[in-house]
């Protein structure tokens, strides 16, 4: 089984709509993280994660939240999409210097 | 802050021939750095990483990375390339972490490699 899963792998929604992406992970790590990845820019920290009790944006927060239920769990959440959020998600943790990603959501905001 | 720049988007070559990736950063500090790999249709791997010590990185799948504190580069290279190596490369680089802090990830917009038989 993969240490990092998330759910759905792919999803396709509309303007307007309110839509949770999430991510589980085994590996026993504290540290969690949401990126998003566009074509020729390689990936932005959307936010990040410390402990069920900490969490913290990164550079492109505007219109994403995110919920750390447990330490295995981090969800990010699309208020109201709109197509420019049209991207590909990870969902990663780390142990010390290292990061270990998701196999990716791809999101299509029509 | 740091940035990193990968110099090449795409990179063509044929079957058994080396390939270099070349990537270049920025940084007042010293920096850790890391090359990932992106199979088709998968999340990224860690192929390799620089953290200390020596400046010659071995990482997976017979791939290595040298770190140059001067030039101020990490590039990634292969003696002899497989069809399977076909996939998007990121390099990436954090600043050294002060105790209790977070620096976090910078990745590079990524090299696309494409082995040709």
């Known amino acids: 089984d993969a240490d990092v899963t998330q759910t759905p792998r792919n999803r396709i929604t509309k303007t307007g709509k309110r839509i949770m992406l999430e991510c589980s992970q085994t590996k026993g790590h504290d540290r969690m993280y949401w990126y998003r990845q566009d074509p020729g820019l390689g990936l932005r920290l959307i936010y990040y994660s410390f402990d069920v009790k900490d969490i913290n944006k990164g550079e492109i927060s505007d219109g994403y939240s995110v919920s750390r239920q447990a330490q295995a769990k981090f969800s990010l959440s699309l208020e109201s999409a709109i197509p420019n959020q049209t991207a590909l998600y990870f969902c990663?943790?780390?142990?010390?210097?290292?990061?270990?990603f998701g196999p990716g959501t791809r999101l299509l905001v029509l | 802050a740091q940035s990193v720049t990968q110099l090449d988007s795409q990179v063509p070559v044929f079957e058994e021939a080396p390939v270099e990736l070349r990537c270049n950063y920025s940084s007042s500090v010293s920096v850790y750095l890391f090359w990932y790999v992106q199979y088709p249709n998968q999340g990224l791997q860690l192929l390799l990483k620089y953290l200390s010590g020596s400046t010659l990185v071995k990482g997976i799948n017979g791939f290595e990375a040298e770190f140059n504190k001067s030039q101020t580069s990490f590039h990634l290279r292969k003696p002899s390339v497989h069809i399977s190596d076909t996939a998007e490369y990121f390099c990436?680089?954090?600043?050294?972490?002060?105790?209790?802090?977070?620096?976090?990830?910078?990745f590079g917009a990524g090299t696309r490699l494409a082995v040709h038989p």
């Open positions: 990663a943790t780390s142990e010390g210097e290292t990061q270990y």
């Open positions: 990436a680089v954090s600043r050294l972490r002060a105790s209790g802090g977070y620096n976090k990830l910078i």
